[in-house]
Every structure is written in C-alpha cells, then in structure tokens.
C-alpha cells in the first residue's frame, strides 16, 4: 500500500494522531528502519506478539496523552517471562486499547526527530541527541523544509551533542551518512505530504551500520 493510501486510510474528520504501529506503517513505506511492533489486546495476545517479534521486548501504551509531543509509556525492563508480559500488559492497558509489542534491541547513539509546523516558517525539521538533550537543554538543530543536502550534513553537527558521532564509552560511532539519508527522506515526506501536521521519532537509535526507529507518531490534518 502507497503513502497516500495510508493516509487516507488512516484520515479521519478532524486531526488524527497515529498510534506507534499506524505510524510505522507509513515508515516503512518510506523505506526507514524500526523496531517491530505487534498489537496485543489481551494479556495472552501479548505473550503470543512477544513469540512473533523475538524475546525479550518492551511493551507500550497505544493511547494516551504524549510528553510534549514525544514517546508515549514504555513497560520498563526488558521483559522475557510470560508472567512479567502478562503483568506488564495489564498495567499498562487499563483503558482498554492494547498494547504495543516492541522487540528489545541494543542501545545505540539516540536521536530525536520531528516535523513541526512554525506559524512564520510552515514545515520545520528539528534535530537533538536524544530526549534529555532535547527537552531539558534544548539542544536542537532546525531547518526549514525543504532541506537540501548540504542542510542536512550541517544538522547533524550543529547541537552540542554532535560530540556522540565520536563515540562515547561503550556505544561505537555512529553512521552519519544514514542519519542524513533519514533527514532527507523525512524532509521529502513533509514536503510531499501536506496532510502531516506533525511528526515525532523518539527514540532512534543509531548504530556503526545503520538506525532503526524504536518509537514514531504522526498527526494528520482532517478532510
């Protein structure tokens, strides 16, 4: 299924914000890496959605209200019983709209990413190390969609944070040309796809070969 067809699929009358796995729908039409997720709506079906996506996994509320527009919940530690996903899932569903089952991966150099909208500048595309250097330091770099490559080298090195792309203690350095790929394809989508208000990818975790989204949420405008 194309981009817009999921965005009319998932458009609704009024604004619409995605949950986790809606969201990565629409990544991995992108071509962007995440994390698996699969959707539990009972206990038992968290055990089997941990089966399918690989033990040990996190598990994360599908509702509720975000931290500044960030990631929702997490369970915590990694879990690997079915008696610790089990209760795991029970804390955290208690509304009664499920869960996201999320395979448990190494940690990696963190990014946060959004698209925002500027009421003098439209499309904005920010950039931080992480959601400490993010939402306490506000260390974060911005440009104007749409980037061009030149912006996006430039991004990547401008917070403070940029010192990670060295490496620091056990994470190895980080792949920048895959870092700039992911700014340019989200620059795009913004650019090409008026419906999305907002975006936020938080975490990202960054590896020697690579990244892979952990946690995404898009809102779209209403019809």
């Not at 299924?1 to 729908?25: C, H, P, Y």
């Not at 890496?33 to 968290?46: C, K, N, R, T, W």
Request: aromatic content about 6%; proline content about 5%.
């Amino acid at each position: 299924m194309s981009v817009s067809d999921l965005i009319r699929q998932f458009s609704r009358a009024g604004e619409t914000t995605l949950n986790d796995i809606e969201s990565k729908q629409l990544l991995k039409e992108l071509g962007i890496p995440f994390v698996e997720s699969a959707l539990a709506d009972s206990a038992d079906a968290a055990v089997t959605a941990s089966d399918s996506v690989g033990t040990p996994v996190h598990l994360k509320s599908l509702s509720g209200s975000l931290n500044n527009g960030w990631s929702p919940a997490l369970s915590g530690p990694a879990l690997t019983s079915q008696e610790d996903i089990k209760s795991a899932y029970q804390a955290l569903s208690r509304n009664g709209d499920g869960v996201a089952v999320q395979k448990a991966v190494r940690p990696g150099v963190e990014l946060s990413i959004a698209i925002q909208q500027d009421i003098l500048f439209g499309r904005v595309l920010a950039m931080g190390y992480g959601k400490l250097a993010v939402e306490v330091w506000e260390d974060i770099a911005y440009r104007i969609v749409p980037l061009t490559e030149k912006d996006a080298r430039l991004m990547v090195r401008e917070p403070k944070g940029s010192r990670l792309l060295d490496g620091f203690g056990p994470l190895e350095p980080p792949d920048v040309v895959a870092i700039q790929g992911l700014l340019m394809k989200l620059s795009r989508f913004a650019e090409e796809t008026p419906q999305v208000l907002t975006l936020a990818l938080d975490p990202i975790y960054v590896y020697e070969d690579g990244l892979a989204v952990l946690d995404a949420r898009i809102t779209l405008r209403g019809d």
